[in-house]
């Protein structure tokens, strides 16, 4: 398994911008698809946006479209999360994690870092 160091997040006033990186060791990065995941106190966990190993393909949940880009480095095995027009619903921790070509389980996770917005 990838190992996966999370940082970027913070506290920030709504409308404005963080970018979040995840730094992957251990493991051959170009072969994981990468997800960035969030938790909000009392809620469960959600799929934010995922990338595939080579970029060219990504998803976002409805309520980031627009707003928030995912992207990855494979030459510097990372992947970012680059979030703008930040609203109170973003609070949350943030997670990305690591799901190896073939498979359809994330099974590498970081240790997640807190986004808090104020309104």
């Known amino acids: 398994q990838v190992q996966l160091v999370e940082s970027g997040g913070g506290l920030v006033q709504a409308g404005g911008s963080l970018r979040l990186s995840c730094a992957a060791s251990?493991?051959?990065?170009?072969?994981?698809?990468m997800g960035w995941f969030r938790q909000a106190p009392g809620k469960e966990r959600e799929t934010v946006a995922t990338i595939s190993w080579s970029g060219g393909s990504t998803y976002y949940t409805d309520s980031v479209k627009g707003r928030f880009t995912i992207s990855r480095d494979n030459a510097k095995n990372t992947v970012y999360l680059q979030m703008n027009v930040l609203k109170s619903e973003d609070t949350a921790v943030y997670y990305c994690?690591?799901?190896?070509?073939?498979?359809?389980?994330?099974?590498?996770w970081g240790q997640g870092t807190q986004v808090t917005v104020s309104s």
């Open positions: 251990g493991g051959i990065f170009r072969r994981y698809s």
């Open positions: 994690a690591a799901r190896s070509l073939g498979t359809t389980t994330y099974d590498s």
